[in-house]
């Protein structure tokens, strides 16, 4: 009896203390992947991501005095085991960040039945914007559509005209290198331009030998990339390689990694990336990520990396996260927010230049908002320009004539929904609220 | 569409014989890579029967090794001789860890075993040299950089002198290779096991030596395609996969035959090429490269089920 009354007690005890434990964090699981194809690109990501998380969680005790526990769960960026991922962390997770574009698909229907938010920062399924349909998706702030439209928008700004012009779309043979093509038809369409797509296997991503033929044979006017991973380096190294224009090059946010552009160096000279992120290393919140994370030894990552592109993303993204958090806590009036309060924070974001500043990201990420109806938020993007060493902004902040495919995203939000039927929209959001 | 398929992509060739010539150099260099990998598995299939999963990823484990050496201050050529003797003690510990305790077990069990080692090696290499995308250590290997243009028939042929020293290297690479399998005694012990274990075992020939040398040798193997490669893209993990396109030279060309990996490796290196840029692009959207070595592999086996250059097995019951 002495002995199931201890149990008892102890059982007692370890619930209080796990549920106490529980309770105490802010749970955002982080599907990343640091091995495999893809690693290169994905690590400083990561590093970027959790450097900014863990300095909240050093300096402010987390968000809202609650902190956020990150934690990853390695993809390698395959698709099945980001499912796997996915099912392992979604018990307590109040948002899961997929990181590819192929596993976000793949969770979409999932998170209605589960109610959690996903989080696809700047990737993911276009359509997504359409939050009346896309309750539970995010990918603010700023979609593939959006990075489609302001390329060609640049293009024209510099040519004047694109009819009769030749538009190249070298892509990953995968859902996140086709997810522009619906836009880029349109535009090429309405615009005149001969847009021809030229696709890169997962095995030929470092072999681009044949795609580069195909160019040189073609000879557009412009290749555009919509690549990851190791294709950016092998595209560029051929580009260059074929002595193709590099001033006629333009790639997605994805293909802007300042270490791909570091393989060829100087001769990359010219090379753009759209990007809605800049690296600012005067922007207090660097300084007090170096404060409570570099110098604490905490941090995964090293100067070089810290100055580039890749890894101040990951810093913005874990803020719109963050944003997302303390808008749901406010609202909520409560710290310890869930799954559903946090989709409501994340579609009530509002990133104006104030707020952007008062985070200390100055110049790292044009201003947002999203609302119920708008869960991409089109925040446009600078035009970065590879200078030999580092990238540059070449352009004013661009953005989304959105009008131009508002259609598209309701037609293929709907034909989305038909196809998963029955799929549960949010009735209470008007397409202006 | 018949003449789509029949005669356009010949007349396309005819027109601009400057591109078809880059096309088959393309194609030359790319094969001449697929047959040094093909090479690899080959010779530890010969003499042991195993089929080497890891071959890939000892290609990123080489490179790495390479690079990771040379960033801590060693000398290139040093570090070259250092990661090829980092590449012997991987053999020697493969053989005595790995293969050694699993004498006289079925195929498929070794097979398993290579597969282990790569997840071995995929989490080792992670976890020493990071996932992040490094850059050959090219110039100071004093791999020439640059090109030469050539104007062939009024037209354009560029051919980097990184593509014409792996070219070289390769071939030369491959030559020794031959010369050691037929003129030294070490060859020919690997030549002989590959023909007959028991035999071999009989006279005197010491399995557990001839295994390290051909795991070293694959290193070797391993370390060059590295260094090709890596010099091309930059090193990481997805160099990996360039090894797989060496799967359908080795059912092309026979798993068991050297010859059949170097002639296997240049035909599909150039034939995918070629098809890629003739058919495949404007018939099919492109990305050929990705099933068409298979398909040419699938239907020589049709007809040769042991390779080209396969020894016909004869069971007898």
């Known amino acids: 009896m002495r002995q199931m009354t201890k149990l008892a007690l102890a059982a007692v005890v370890a619930g209080v203390t796990a549920g106490a434990a529980i309770a105490q964090e802010l749970y955002a699981p982080n599907l990343a992947y640091r091995t495999g194809p893809f690693a290169a690109t994905g690590i400083p990501l990561m590093n970027g991501q959790a450097d900014y998380l863990s300095m909240l969680n050093a300096r402010d005790g987390g968000v809202g005095g609650i902190p956020v526990n990150a934690e990853e769960c390695e993809t390698g960026y395959s698709t099945e085991k980001g499912v796997e991922c996915y099912e392992k962390t979604k018990g307590k997770a109040i948002v899961t960040q997929p990181w590819s574009t192929g596993i976000t698909l793949q969770v979409l229907p999932k998170t209605n039945v589960d109610e959690i938010p996903i989080l696809a920062p700047g990737y993911g399924f276009s359509p997504m914007m359409d939050g009346k349909t896309f309750q539970w998706a995010f990918n603010a702030p700023s979609g593939y559509w959006d990075a489609a439209d302001m390329i060609v928008q640049y293009l024209e700004g510099k040519d004047g005209d694109l009819s009769g012009k030749k538009i190249v779309h070298l892509h990953l043979d995968h859902p996140y290198g086709k997810e522009p093509l619906p836009v880029l038809e349109a535009l090429a369409a309405a615009k005149g331009f001969e847009l021809l797509p030229i696709p890169v296997g997962l095995k030929e991503m470092q072999n681009q030998s044949a795609q580069w033929l195909q160019i040189r044979r073609e000879r557009p006017d412009y290749v555009i990339m919509w690549g990851w991973g190791a294709m950016n380096a092998g595209a560029i190294t051929e580009a260059v390689k074929t002595k193709f224009n590099m001033e006629n090059f333009i790639g997605v946010w994805w293909a802007g990694h300042d270490a791909d552009l570091k393989l060829v160096g100087a001769e990359g000279k010219g090379y753009k990336s759209i990007s809605w992120s800049f690296p600012n290393p005067d922007a207090p919140v660097m300084a007090d990520i170096k404060k409570h994370v570099v110098d604490m030894g905490k941090s995964q990552s090293n100067p070089e990396e810290m100055s580039g592109v890749f890894y101040s993303r990951g810093i913005v993204i874990s803020a719109i996260l963050a944003e997302g958090i303390t808008a749901a806590q406010d609202h909520f009036g409560t710290a310890e927010i869930n799954a559903s309060q946090l989709r409501w924070g994340l579609e009530n974001i509002n990133m104006t230049e104030e707020r952007i500043s008062e985070l200390g990201l100055d110049g790292m990420v044009p201003p947002f908002s999203t609302s119920c109806a708008n869960h991409t938020g089109n925040s446009g993007g600078w035009m970065l320009e590879w200078d030999g060493d580092k990238f540059v902004k070449v352009s004013d902040l661009l953005t989304p004539n959105t009008d131009g495919y508002a259609d598209l995203v309701a037609d293929k939000a709907a034909e989305y929904a038909t196809s998963n039927a029955p799929w549960p929209m949010n009735e209470e959001c008007s397409a202006e609220s | ?317």
């Open chain 2, 1 to 317: 569409m018949l003449a789509d398929i029949f005669i356009n992509p010949f007349v396309d060739m005819f027109a601009a014989p400057d591109f078809l010539m880059q096309v088959l150099w393309e194609g030359l260099v790319s094969g001449i890579l697929y047959a040094l990998i093909a090479l690899g598995f080959v010779l530890i299939f010969r003499s042991s029967r195993i089929f080497n999963f890891a071959q890939g990823i000892m290609v990123v484990f080489a490179a790495l090794t390479l690079v990771g050496l040379h960033a801590y201050g060693v000398p290139a050529w040093i570090s070259v001789a250092l990661t090829l003797g980092v590449m012997f003690v991987l053999a020697l510990t493969i053989e005595r860890v790995v293969l050694r305790p699993l004498v006289g077990q079925p195929d498929i069990i070794l097979f398993m075993a290579t597969i282990g080692i790569t997840l071995f090696l995929i989490g080792f290499g992670e976890t020493i040299f990071g996932g992040e995308n490094k850059v050959m250590i090219s110039s100071e290997l004093g791999i020439p950089t640059g090109d030469t243009v050539m104007e062939p028939f009024g037209g354009l042929l560029i051919l980097q002198h990184l593509d014409i020293t792996v070219v070289i290297v390769a071939t030369l690479l491959v030559l020794a290779l031959l010369a050691f399998l037929n003129y030294t005694q070490m060859g020919r012990a690997i030549r002989a096991l590959g023909d007959d274990h028991q035999a071999a075992l009989s006279v005197g020939i010491s399995l557990q030596t001839i295994w390290v040398l051909v795991w070293f040798i694959a290193g070797i193997i391993a370390l060059v395609t590295g260094i090709a490669w890596g010099a091309r893209a930059g090193v990481s993990f997805a160099l990996e996969v360039i090894a797989y396109k060496a799967l359908p030279v080795l059912m092309l060309g026979g798993l068991e035959s050297i010859t059949g990996a170097i002639v296997g490796g240049l035909m599909i290196g150039m034939l995918e090429k070629l098809f890629e840029i003739y058919w495949g692009q404007p018939l099919l959207g492109g990305n050929t490269e990705t099933w068409f070595a298979f398909v040419l592999a699938l239907i020589v086996l049709l007809f040769r089920p042991q390779g080209l250059f396969g020894e016909k097995i004869i069971e007898r019951v």
